[in-house]
């Protein structure tokens, strides 16, 4: 899979999974959920302020009739959106017009939320136009300054999407400024030291290297001019990230200068959460409907 529209082929091919779509009176997001429904990907229900959002729906010129659950307090919304996706394992959860906090306070609640024993983690997708193939990221919106045991962690939320898009073994680079371990420098000790998690089996079902600069993570040419060795060296599938600063500006840097498009879910949950930024385009959103799509029906 090299760009987003062989992810969106893809997600057209599974039965569609139900998208639950909290606080659903945005115009960006019913555009997303509209294209993905056309496209068989997801089957919508819409949970919020019902006549905003059938005005919403007229005002696009959307006819479709779609299920929706009234509600017009957002917190009331999200939790009902939470409640009905932990009841169907099939169920895909998504963020509407709503705060992050209020969705995510719903999503990990301990009586009705979606909790497993991994810490939740930001997934990105990312094609970059010239690029061979698709990249992974994270994180870059969730967990600020992650210790060695959430990066392991971060690392199997991602390697769980990626085995959904079908990368069976892939490989993970640990990102820092430079490639070497340096005792000052925190990253490239975590870098050590989840490489050799993975070497003595505690990281399963990928090959994770590192440390990495950027450069000769995903440029071979880069890596080999450097003299690295390490086998994954300009190669690597999935970036993790060293702390929050760094994704955040790694991905918006790509998307708002580098013309990338985006794919990203939240993983870590028993099901994906596609929690998606007001700057966002519907293209992206759509991208992202799919990879949930695809994730929840691997």
Do not use: W
């Not at 990253?187 to 990928?206: H, P, R, W």
């Not at 090959?207 to 890596?223: C, Q, S, T, Y």
């Amino acid at each position: 899979m090299h760009t987003m529209h062989a992810l969106v082929e893809q997600a057209k091919t599974n039965t569609p999974p139900t998208l639950v779509v909290a606080c659903a009176a945005d115009e960006h997001v019913l555009t997303a959920v509209h294209k993905a429904a056309e496209l068989s990907i997801v089957t919508p229900i819409l949970i919020g302020d019902k006549e905003a959002i059938q005005s919403l729906l007229q005002s696009m010129d959307i006819t479709n009739h779609y299920d929706i659950i009234d509600e017009g307090d957002d917190k009331a919304a999200c939790e009902k959106a939470v409640r009905l996706v932990h009841d169907h394992p099939h169920y895909v959860l998504m963020k509407g017009l709503v705060a992050t906090s209020t969705i995510l306070r719903a999503a990990l609640d301990k009586e009705f939320g979606l909790r497993t024993r991994n810490r939740i983690s930001h997934v990105s997708l990312i094609e970059v136009p010239d690029y061979p193939k698709l990249l992974m990221m994270s994180d870059g919106a969730m967990n600020i300054a992650p210790t060695l045991d959430e990066k392991r962690q971060i690392i199997e939320n991602a390697v769980g999407i990626a085995h959904a898009i079908g990368l069976e073994q892939p490989h993970v680079g640990i990102i820092g400024a430079v490639e070497k371990v340096n005792p000052q420098m925190n990253a490239t000790l975590d870098a050590e030291k989840l490489v050799q998690m993975n070497q003595e089996g505690t990281i399963k079902n990928c090959i994770v290297g590192g440390p990495f600069a950027i450069d000769n993570a995903v440029n071979k040419e880069a890596a080999l001019h450097k003299g690295i060795t390490d086998p994954i060296a300009g190669e690597v599938d999935i970036l993790i990230m060293p702390r929050i600063e760094a994704g955040n500006v790694f991905y918006k840097t790509l998307m708002f200068l580098g013309k990338a498009k985006s794919a990203s879910v939240i993983a870590g949950a028993t099901h994906p959460i596609v929690l998606t930024s007001r700057a966002d385009s519907a293209e992206s959103k759509l991208y992202s409907i799919a990879l949930a799509a695809l994730v929840v029906t691997h």
